[in-house]
Nanobody
Framework: QVQLVESGGGLVQAGGSLRLSCAAS????????MGWYRQAPGKQRELVAG???????NYADSVKGRFTISRDNAKNTVYLQMNSLKPEDTAVYYC???????????????WGQGTQVTVSS
């Protein structure tokens, strides 16, 4: 069984920073792409940032220049450094990863439980 556990969310004032972490655990054989999504009330879930196993990154236009995604493959962990936060960044942030387990041997997509980020004006 694989679990993605997020941490680091919270309440911050506009212009502030937060760092999200997401650690994958379980019978992991390999992790391919990892990413962060977010969902604000009344809106669809959207991709915030993604990173491949080789370190290639991509970002939503709305966060380019403010957010940085990174990963530590030895720790099976992905991070999202969020700077210059705006009230419109308020959402539940979800970790996502394509993981191959020791038993299955094929990649499946997994989601974390989500962590709330609230940016006050």
């Amino acid at each position: 069984q694989v679990q993605l556990v997020e941490s680091g969310g919270g309440l911050v004032q506009a212009g502030g920073s937060l760092r999200l972490s997401c650690a994958a655990s379980g019978s992991i054989f390999s992790i391919n792409a990892m990413g962060w999504y977010r969902q604000a009330p009344g809106k669809q879930r959207e991709l915030v940032a993604g990173i491949t196993s080789g370190g290639r990154t991509n970002y939503a236009d709305s966060v380019k220049g403010r957010f940085t995604i990174s990963r530590d493959n030895a720790k099976n962990t992905v991070y999202l450094q969020m700077n210059s936060l705006k009230p419109e960044d308020t959402a539940v942030y979800y970790c996502n990863a394509d993981i191959a387990t020791v038993v299955a041997g094929i990649y499946r997509n997994y989601w974390g439980q989500g962590t709330q980020v609230t940016v006050s004006s």
